[in-house]
């Protein structure tokens, strides 16, 4: 592996003027391309020493053999240059946003004497005029579809319109009556046109008036007792109606733009796209990449926009809402301008409509991040190479079949709760999952916050149970081993089976309280490892340096899904304990409130926050709680409620959204 040293600019080489540079690794392919303002800093940036460098950016300096670089006189020009040659190198450290496909439209050649609806993708070409671009081809057509029966306007290519015109009878179109058929002269150039033109007028987002002028003719052909007309026009009205559902107003401005958010995680991203052209959702499209080098969402937003809109200049709309403004955002939006030919914004909503249908994309975002690692953790030889890696990575004797992982939560020392997850064969056994409740040591009275403390103790506890399990079933061992299950009940024995791996949430602190905790119970042939979150390295007992898993390896991944679902078990075990104590402690002064009312009023409710939002009429549903008894409740909660705000000198906390990778869930925390 070349030291980057050995191919580092001379001091004073690298000029400080706008540019683009190339690392190369030995074989002189590009592995990575970037550009900067000032080239100087930016690259001796890469020649630090190695250890304060992000792992990403440490294993791409460490990989390449040789840098270069193209100076260019203005940023926009740097911008472009960077997005050409990542799409020339294909560099394996750029992040990617893989899509093959160009935008569809919906295209009416206006500009022929009988104007033909179709859906294109590619450039634009002049005398057509176009609608949307669109997320999907198939659900252009079922709006045209459905939108032919109201406006019959031809559809058909030139070979078909010229063979009918020659034997004088349309095709099935024209007999289905989604074709005014101009083909046979069952109407005029100008009636046809007449027809494209309200055509293009409704999807330009003037629906009300054909609606109305609809609705109108059907009362009219009713009254006239013309029923058959009447039937017609109200399936055509079903018709206009289905095709509105299909492009649900969200902006009422009459806005063209696109709305972007990512979801992120330490190893991938996702990035969720609603185009919305005249205040109506025309499309949506969706990309998941791999997050290869230590940009932050600000650049992963940059990336994304260069990639999106580099081939597709006719896509780009006047407005661009992003979660994040971008390094360079004026020098993106001027570049953007310029391929757009006018003025196009890029800016961070921040409240009304726009912002909410940014959440909207938020959530699809994290829901198809969550999708994408459900459907990559099902893969049964993903599994397998995982498990594998672990194994070399880790210098296992055995791959690890069982991995159990091991998190502790608290609030400031109060209600600490630990939490045990189980996955074999690299999928969650929930079966398995056990809770534990810390315990204060000897001599305390109050358990404290002491995350290392704690780890010791949960350690313990459970393989004290396990050495306990295994005594007990040895008086009844087969020659196949230890009985796994209780003879009695039939039930499987529980802590009776070894991890191969042993995995704690934290660094080298909580990795040798476990390690001193199995060495104190006589325990040595269970590894043990930990997980730090904030660069994602794995810590083994007594070493000095983290093991570094490529960011793309499916064994980090593993082992991460691990440790968010032990993180995810312990926090929803202690903010229940936390609901229940303070329901309990908020009602103990409540009249004729006993323990065994406040249980049932706890059951009931299920947490402190739903309690809150009742009032004291469906608090007096409860059994056993009356109307007088469910005010003083509602009293007890209203006077607690204000006396914490009063107390409270520091703006709450917003909510904030995890994605379990391990479950599939977006968990929102109060």
């Known amino acids: 592996m070349p030291s980057p040293a050995s191919y580092r600019p001379e001091p004073g080489s690298i000029p400080t003027q706008p540019g683009v540079y190339r690392f190369r690794d030995g074989k002189g392919r590009v592995i990575y391309v970037g550009k900067a303002k000032s080239l100087r800093p930016r690259l001796s940036s890469y020649f630090q020493d190695i250890g304060g460098l992000h792992p990403r950016t440490a294993s791409m300096v460490t990989s390449a053999s040789s840098v270069e670089w193209t100076v260019v006189k203005t940023e926009v020009e740097a911008l472009q240059l960077e997005y ?174 696109d709305v972007i958010a990512l979801a992120e995680d330490p190893l991938e991203v996702a990035v969720q796209i609603f185009h919305v052209r005249g205040g109506r959702i025309r499309g949506q499209r969706g990309w998941v990449a791999d997050r290869t080098d230590d940009g932050g969402t600000p650049e992963l937003v940059q990336d994304f926009l260069l990639q999106l809109y580099g081939d597709e200049a006719d ?43 940014q959440q909207t994309v938020a959530n699809n975002a994290g829901q198809s991040l969550v999708l994408h690692k459900t459907r990559r953790a099902s893969d049964l030889t993903t599994r397998n190479r995982a498990l594998e890696e672990i194994q070399q990575a880790l210098s296992l004797d055995e791959v690890p079949l069982r991995i159990e992982c091991y998190d502790v939560s608290n609030l400031q020392g109060t209600e600490v709760v630990a939490s045990m997850v189980v996955f074999e064969d690299g ?37 004290r149970r396990l050495l306990d399990e295994q005594a007990r079933s040895a008086a009844v061992s087969t020659e196949s081993g230890p009985m796994l299950v209780d003879p009695e009940t039939g039930r499987p024995r529980k802590f009776a089976y070894a991890p191969g791996l042993v995995v ?83 009602l103990d002064d409540v009249p004729g409130l006993g323990e065994v009312r406040r249980k049932t009023l706890l059951k009931h409710f299920g947490s402190l926050k739903k309690l809150r939002l009742a009032d004291a009429g469906e608090i007096a549903l409860v059994p056993g709680i009356g109307p007088r008894t469910a005010e003083a409740i509602k009293a007890a909660v209203a006077s607690a409620d204000s006396t914490r705000k009063n107390a409270d000198t520091t703006t709450s906390p917003t909510p904030a959204v995890h994605l379990n990778t391990a479950t599939g869930e977006i968990i929102e925390e109060d």
Not at 339 to 351: A, E, H, K, N, Y
Not at 447 to 463: K, L, P, S, Y
């Open 84 to 257: 050409s040659w990542i799409k020339e190198f294909d560099p394996r450290f750029n992040v990617k946003y893989r899509d093959d496909k160009s935008y569809p439209w919906l295209a009416v050649t206006v500009g022929d004497e009988f104007p033909r609806v179709m859906v294109g993708r590619g450039a634009k070409r002049k005398g057509t005029r176009y609608f949307g671009p669109y997320g999907h081809a198939w659900a252009i057509r079922e709006t045209v579809d459905l939108l032919l029966r109201v406006f019959p306007m031809r559809s058909c290519s030139n070979g078909v319109f010229k063979r009918s015109n020659q034997i004088g009878r349309p095709c099935l179109l024209g007999y289905i009556d989604k074709c005014a058929a101009p083909c046979v002269g069952n109407v005029t150039a100008e009636q046809h046109r007449d027809i494209v033109d309200d055509f293009c007028d409704f999807m330009a987002g003037n629906t009300a008036a054909f609606v109305k002028r609809i609705e109108k003719e059907m009362y009219v052909a009713s009254e006239a007792l013309d029923f058959e007309k009447a039937a017609r026009l109200r399936d055509d009205l079903g018709a206009l109606t289905k095709a509105l559902e299909k492009q649900a107003v969200v902006l009422a401005d009459g806005t063209d733009a």
């Open 315 to 357: 896509a780009i709309p006047r407005e661009v809402l992003v979660p994040a403004l971008p390094p360079d955002a004026g020098v993106l939006e001027e570049l953007l301008s310029d391929l757009r030919g006018s003025r196009v914004v890029i800016r961070v909503p921040q409240r009304g409509a726009k912002l909410a249908l």
């Open 427 to 463: 999928l969650p056994r929930k079966g398995e999952y056990r809770r534990f409740v810390i315990k204060p040591q000897p001599g305390e009275t109050t358990v404290g916050q002491n995350d290392v403390a704690h780890m010791h103790q949960v350690i313990t506890r459970r393989f």
């Open 504 to 586: 704690v949430d934290g660094g080298p602190p909580q990795v040798a309280a476990a390690q001193q905790a199995l060495t104190e119970l006589g325990i040595t042939d269970i590894p043990v490892c930990g997980l730090a979150k904030r660069l994602e390295e794995v810590w083994l007992p007594a070493e000095e340096d983290p093991v570094i898993l490529a960011r793309t390896s499916e064994g980090l991944y593993l082992l991460q899904r691990v440790r968010d679902e032990a993180h995810r078990f312990a926090i929803t075990h202690h903010r229940s304990r936390r609901s229940k104590s303070m329901v309990e402690s908020l």
